[in-house]
């Protein structure tokens, strides 16, 4: 079983930016995607980004051009969510996700556990 374990949320005024990160507890031969869902209160989890080996990625339309997904060049089981111009719509819970790229964006073998991301004025 993999773990794996967010950081990197909490409090930002709007304009402002966090960083994210995933820390994978160990590397797993099915694991060649990694993305980040949110949550915010009352609606559904969404895919916000997706990085598939090979640093191919991809972004949910509402936050192109100021989410950026990338892996760690030292910590290579480490992927970060690197999110600017930050306003309060993208205010959420925020998790990790990891496993094969089929199913990724559907029902990802392995979750973290959240993190929270408000922004407020």
């Known amino acids: 079983q993999v773990q794996l374990v967010e950081s990197g949320g909490g409090l930002v005024q709007p304009g402002g930016s966090l960083r994210l990160s995933c820390a994978a507890s160990r590397s797993d031969f099915s694991i060649n995607a990694m993305g980040w869902y949110r949550q915010p209160p009352g609606k559904q989890r969404e895919l916000v980004a997706i990085?598939?080996?090979?640093?191919?990625?991809?972004y949910a339309d509402s936050v192109k051009g100021r989410f950026t997904i990338f892996r760690g060049n030292a910590a290579k089981n480490t992927v970060y969510l690197q999110m600017n111009s930050l306003e309060p719509e993208v205010a959420a819970a925020y998790y990790c996700?990891?496993?094969?790229?089929?199913?990724?964006?559907?029902?990802?073998?392995?979750w973290g556990r959240g993190t929270q991301v408000t922004v407020y004025s």
């Open positions: 990085m598939i080996s090979g640093d191919n990625t991809n």
């Open positions: 996700a990891g496993g094969p790229v089929s199913s990724l964006s559907r029902n990802p073998r392995y």
